[in-house]
């Protein structure tokens, strides 16, 4: 006959021996379902870093000169300030599976106890599922933390472009990455462009205007993704109904997944209610960064009973943060209002 302590090994380790089980296919599901992280995955943008207290990038914001010479001059020397780091902490994200000793005892037959983990995991799944999102498109955080997030939350894409106020760089400057983007540091601020209205006549003008001074007509320094809401999507797609050059991007990873994914100039423009009204993102993911510590990312902690009742209760907890190495590159349009 079963004990107790018997009877929650047995269904602790059933809890584990399942999320290990469907762990990776959870990430996938989870990861893919979104099409932002999804976006970021196709493009291979999700880097890995075990331990350490920080996530470090060296930037280099200055060059270095070359001069002519001949015969009798003095050549240069010296060495040139040309390169600081950005560093960003570590963010974490967890979802919890609690259960009791009830739940053991009535669900303590082999099909009951698969039915109950499968409903236990399933919700702490969503849950993650959820938060990852969000962390990508949560508004900025003006009243307090580090690079306009608060402290326990991922960096995401509004603290890195927050738009609004922040187009006069030197009245709303901020720090990010640990680094300040006021005056002084122009190669540290993104690219700004006011809406023209109506979005159905100036859209595409304007993109073009951004797309070329996000790029500087630099090798790799053009915008290769896209994100709207989808107001503007639909005007933009309107667009593509006279014009051969901004096409379905069919056959894609992406596309793949069941996002609908368009084209312009190469980059992919894909939509999400979740960002804010009548603006769009232009990115370069070339130098955008989703770091995750693969010895933290999805992984369940032990069994813990809960003082005083008969719950116990596990975590599956993440690791990660997402980062931009060059500001520049990248850019922020709006905000239409018609």
């Not at 070329?212 to 994100?227: E, V």
């Amino acid at each position: 006959m079963a004990t107790i302590p018997s009877l929650t090994k047995t269904v602790d380790d059933f809890f584990t021996h399942t999320w290990y089980t469907i762990r990776e296919e959870a990430i996938d599901q989870i990861l893919d379902a979104n099409v932002i992280t999804a976006a970021f995955r196709s493009k291979g943008r999700f880097m890995t870093q075990v331990g350490e207290d920080r996530i470090t990038r060296t930037l280099r914001y200055g060059t270095k000169t070359a001069t002519n010479v001949m015969k009798g001059d003095t050549l240069t020397h010296g060495e040139d300030d040309i390169e600081t780091m950005a560093w960003w902490n570590w963010k974490y994200t967890s979802a919890h599976i609690q259960r009791s000793l009830m739940d053991d005892q009535q669900n303590s037959g082999t099909g009951k106890i698969k039915s109950l983990v499968q409903t236990k995991i399933d919700a702490a799944k969503d849950a993650l599922d959820d938060a990852v999102e969000s962390a990508f498109t949560t508004a900025v955080d003006t009243g307090g933390g580090t690079d306009l997030r608060a402290d326990r939350d991922p960096d995401g894409l509004y603290n890195m472009l927050p738009g609004g106020s922040y187009y006069n760089q030197s009245a709303g400057s901020y720090t990010y990455g640990n680094v300040d983007t006021g005056t002084g540091n122009t190669w540290w601020q993104g690219q700004y462009k006011t809406a023209n209205d109506p979005a159905t006549l100036h859209l595409l003008s304007d993109m073009r205007n951004l797309y070329n001074t996000c790029g500087k007509n630099r090798k790799n320094g053009y915008p290769d993704l896209i994100i709207m809401e989808q107001t503007l999507f639909e005007i933009y797609e309107d667009f593509a109904l006279d014009m051969s050059q901004i096409i379905l991007n069919s056959g894609t990873r992406l596309a793949d997944l069941g996002f609908e994914v368009l084209k312009f100039k190469g980059a992919d423009v894909i939509w999400t209610d979740d960002v804010t009204d009548y603006t769009l993102f232009m990115l370069n993911t070339r130098y955008i960064d989703v770091v995750y510590d693969p010895k933290l990312w999805f992984m369940m902690t032990d069994w813990k009973p809960i003082p005083y009742q008969t719950e116990r209760i596990a975590h599956i907890l993440i690791a990660w943060n997402m980062l931009c190495k060059q500001l520049r590159c990248q850019g922020w349009l709006g905000t239409y209002t018609s």
